[in-house]
């Protein structure tokens, strides 16, 4: 479960700025370690989260799945939702199923007084894509379309998200065996769940003009990531 000493609004509260800025560009320097033990204030840490998800080049579900997201979530549909899931890239889809999976801890902890409703309304701008608005009436019913669309995805049994952080990624439905493992990892990086719990090691990225190099980061290295906040 969540730490009880991290209190009240965990994603909902803000660290500092520049604390924020500086603990992410340390964490996406090549072969620069982070003890995130070190870091007092855990609304520093939802910060870097959030704004590393928020200035990725293309949200995490895709200018391109965005809409599909949202019109599946108006129809409660969720063979749509899964089809949606399936089809977003694979460092996405990974990366998606431990945040979420780490976003069902935070909202299930009696000491965060943030059920998934807030936590939808918080998370939904930084992983959904908002289209463009013309008026305030369109931009609040694109927002609750976004907010939707994380209720769901945080509604999901917890099996299905265990699933796809399997070797065998299974995505298209929320039945099977889960995850059994203590390490969920992108398959084919190994080597980067090989480090002591709370530090973070980013890779060396192989190709710098890789527009996906932050998210693989991000999405290898998440177990020891959310080491700190779960206990």
């Not at 943030?114 to 894509?129: E, F, G, H, I």
């Not at 995805?153 to 099996?159: D, F, I, Q, V």
């Not at 090691?201 to 959310?226: A, E, L, M, Y």
């Amino acid at each position: 479960g969540i730490n009880a000493e991290y209190g009240v609004g965990l994603y909902r509260l803000s660290g500092t700025n520049k604390q924020i800025k500086e603990l992410k560009e340390r964490m996406l320097r090549p072969r620069c370690q982070v003890n995130l033990r070190k870091v007092d204030d855990i609304n520093v840490l939802t910060g870097v989260i959030k704004s590393f998800l928020m200035n990725l080049n293309d949200p995490l579900l895709t200018s391109m799945l965005s809409e599909d997201f949202k019109d599946a979530a108006e129809k409660n549909s969720l063979n749509h939702i899964f089809d949606c899931v399936a089809r977003l890239p694979h460092e996405n889809r990974h990366t998606l199923a431990f945040l979420v999976s780490h976003l069902q801890k935070v909202s299930d902890s009696e000491h965060t007084k943030m059920p998934r409703s807030n936590l939808a309304r918080v998370m939904a701008p930084t992983l959904v894509a908002a289209v463009p608005m013309t008026d305030m009436d369109s931009a609040v019913k694109d927002s609750k379309r976004c907010t939707k669309v994380m209720e769901i995805l945080l509604s999901l049994p917890p099996s299905y998200w265990s699933n796809i952080m399997s070797p065998s990624d299974e995505c298209s439905s929320p039945t099977g065996v889960g995850y059994s493992g203590e390490d969920p990892a992108t398959p084919g990086t190994p080597e980067m769940l090989r480090v002591q719990p709370g530090i973070y090691q980013p890779p060396t990225p192989t190709n710098k003009g890789d527009s996906t190099i932050t998210q693989r980061v991000f999405g290898t290295r998440k177990k020891t990531f959310f080491n700190k906040f779960e206990g």
